[in-house]
């Protein structure tokens, strides 16, 4: 499940989407809950469906339940690196520069990412 990024990742990474993952800041950027942001709490893999803090309603007996927002809905705003998405974001700037993007070596040590 991915979701793209902002304008600001594109292009500080080169990529245009990411797999998201528990503890991404996301901002929902379609439906009922347009404008909100806040943090990946959790990824619901078999519904297709994250759930994101700040994001949930209110039942008739007053308890809180969270909503379930599609990943194509939010745009990724923070990401969570750790070492694998790391080298992820490196292997996908290989494939870009292999695919004839003008990608200079200065444009990925600028983003501190390393593609070995």
């Known amino acids: 499940m991915s ?7 594109r292009k500080k990474f080169n990529v245009r ?31 297709y469906v994250i759930h994101i803090d700040h994001v949930n309603r209110d039942k008739n007996n007053g308890a809180s339940v969270m909503l379930g927002i599609s990943p194509s809905n939010v745009i990724i705003t923070k990401l969570h690196l750790d070492p694998d998405r790391r080298s992820l974001l490196g292997r996908k700037n290989k494939a870009a520069m292999s695919k004839g993007e003008k990608v200079s070596q200065k444009d ?7 593609l070995d």
Do not use: C, W
């Open 108 to 114: 990925v040590d600028s983003a501190g990412i390393e």
């Open 3 to 9: 979701a793209t990024l902002s304008d600001e990742l």
């Open 17 to 47: 989407s990411m797999p998201i993952r528990k503890d991404d800041e996301v901002q929902v950027f379609r439906g009922i809950h347009k404008n909100r942001d806040g943090k990946v709490l959790e990824v619901y893999r078999k519904k």
